[in-house]
Nanobody, 118 residues
Framework: QVQLVQSGGGLVQAGGSLRLSCAASGSISSSDRMAWYRQAPGKQRESVASITKGGFTNYADSVRGRFTISRDNAKNTVYLQMNSLKPQDTAVYYC????????????WGQGTQVTVSS
């Protein structure tokens, strides 16, 4: 069982930066995919960024060029660096770890609030 513990959210003005961290209680090196999702009030949860075991990254169009996802397998941690934040980035952010196949899993962090003021 892997637990994902998030940190780093908060309140920031538009144009500012935040870094979210997601620390796993166990090894994430076996995860096929780590990702960040977000859910704004009244909206569905959406994928923000993902990174595969091989380091391939993918971003939502709305954050590409502003957000950077990275993973440190040695520290069992995945990060989301968020720059040039906009009010529409306001949401609860969740990290996710997925392993497919035998022994597969799909774990979620507890969520962290990010609020961007205009």
């Amino acid at each position: 069982q892997v637990q994902l513990v998030q940190s780093g959210g908060g309140l920031v003005q538009a144009g500012g930066s935040l870094r979210l961290s997601c620390a796993a209680s166990g090894s994430i090196s076996s995860s096929d995919r780590m990702a960040w999702y977000r859910q704004a009030p009244g909206k569905q949860r959406e994928s923000v960024a993902s990174i595969t075991k091989g380091g391939f990254t993918n971003y939502a169009d709305s954050v590409r060029g502003r957000f950077t996802i990275s993973r440190d397998n040695a520290k069992n941690t995945v990060y989301l660096q968020m720059n040039s934040l906009k009010p529409q980035d306001t949401a609860v952010y969740y990290c996710n770890a997925v392993k497919v196949g035998p022994g597969g899993y799909n774990y979620w962090g507890q969520g962290t609030q990010v609020t961007v003021s205009s």
